[in-house]
């Protein structure tokens, strides 16, 4: 049996049509499926959705979060209640095709532990996210080694990587991240991004640049090598202007230094805090996890019951 897990935020109008496509294109594929749907706080009616789609359709598990926790803390809950032998990740919001699970898990029959999803192409995605995300991915590269570029979060893994994934203990995950830093076997399939069902995206500017902190902080420390390297930089650079100034003063005619002096006190201020700042990121992660809170809260679950009558129609 495979698990589904499905993040839902806010997908009220299409959350119902959206499974039931999925379903029924398991069912017909005969693939046994478990579907972990993860209610991440929404605000509107999804959570009705997702309990009346576990009375109608069998093998659903509807989690609620007790608020919006973020994609991230939705995903860990998914895969922490996920009971299949594999799990698949993907949107609920069908940008995610559903027609490659079937391909997804007969590469995963033929014995790959992961097989992702990689973005051939990014969909209706605007320019300034398509060139934030080129930025982002290809400093995450630079930095943590990994290349995640075309990544998303459209995979099946094994139980073993899902397993593997668990014993990662942080409480700010980074999926993707995640799960290619515990390796294994994996197939990189290209998919084209559909666009939405209904609705827009639930990544705000402010959300997409948390990620992008969080994700850069948790895999690499080289931003806090870079504090030392300008150090270094600056160091010899004042070593210069001591012997300059020294020698001017000695040989009586130092004057007017005064722009030099504005100046510096500028760039060595700004430097100053730009340091301060990706140190305190960085402390800021550490009494984040020191604090050793709950990833995420259920506040109420809805499961299929055990015998359900045969699903007579396909809508
Ligand atoms: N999502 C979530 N919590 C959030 C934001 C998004 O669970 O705070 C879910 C959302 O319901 C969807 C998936 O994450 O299933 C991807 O979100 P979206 O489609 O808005 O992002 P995009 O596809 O634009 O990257
Ligand atoms: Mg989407």
């Known amino acids: 049996m495979i698990s589904i897990v499905m993040p839902v935020?806010?997908?009220?109008?299409?959350?119902?049509?959206?499974?039931?496509?999925?379903?029924?294109?398991?069912?017909?594929?005969?693939?046994?499926?478990?579907?972990?749907?993860?209610?991440?706080?929404?605000?509107?009616?999804?959570?009705?959705?997702?309990?009346?789609?576990?009375?109608?359709?069998?093998?659903?598990?509807?989690?609620?979060?007790?608020?919006?926790?973020?994609?991230?803390?939705?995903?860990?809950?998914?895969?922490?209640?996920?009971?299949?032998?594999?799990?698949?990740?993907?949107?609920?919001?069908?940008?995610?095709?559903?027609?490659?699970?079937?391909?997804?898990?007969?590469?995963?029959?033929?014995?790959?532990?992961?097989?992702?999803?990689?973005?051939?192409?990014?969909?209706?995605?605007?320019?300034?996210?398509?060139?934030?995300?080129?930025?982002?991915?290809?400093?995450?590269?630079?930095?943590?080694?990994f290349d995640l570029s075309g990544a998303s979060d459209f995979k099946l893994m094994d139980r073993k990587a899902v397993e593997a994934w668990r014993s990662m203990k942080e409480r700010d995950t980074f999926f993707r991240g995640m799960s290619a830093w515990v390796g294994f076997k994996r197939h990189r399939l290209p998919f084209v991004v559909a666009s939405r069902v209904q609705g827009t995206t639930k990544w705000s500017p402010v959300k997409l640049g948390r990620l992008f902190i969080s994700a850069i902080s948790a895999f690499s420390s080289l931003p806090l090598q870079i504090v030392t390297v300008m150090g270094g930089l600056f160091f010899i650079g004042a070593l210069g202007m001591a012997v300059q100034t020294l020698y001017t003063k000695l040989s009586g005619h130092a004057d007017d230094g005064f722009t030099t002096v504005i100046l510096l006190q500028l760039i060595i201020g700004s430097a100053l805090m730009f340091s301060l700042g990706i140190i305190g990121t960085y402390l800021a992660r550490i009494y984040d996890e020191v604090k050793g809170r709950p990833r995420y809260l259920v506040s109420e679950t809805s499961v299929s019951p055990a015998v359900t009558p045969p699903i007579s129609t396909q809508e």
């Open 9 to 145: 935020y806010n997908e009220g109008p299409h959350i119902e049509g959206s499974v039931a496509t999925v379903h029924a294109l398991l069912l017909q594929h005969g693939l046994d499926a478990q579907f972990v749907l993860v209610d991440d706080g929404s605000r509107d009616d999804s959570w009705a959705a997702l309990t009346r789609l576990s009375q109608s359709l069998p093998g659903i598990k509807a989690i609620r979060l007790s608020r919006n926790f973020g994609k991230e803390a939705a995903l860990c809950a998914g895969l922490e209640h996920a009971d299949g032998q594999a799990c698949l990740v993907m949107d609920s919001d069908l940008q995610h095709p559903p027609e490659l699970i079937p391909r997804m898990v007969a590469l995963w029959r033929e014995g790959w532990d992961v097989v992702e999803g990689v973005k051939a192409h990014r969909g209706q995605e605007g320019g300034v996210y398509k060139l934030g995300a080129r930025v982002f991915y290809r400093l995450f590269h630079k930095l943590s080694g």
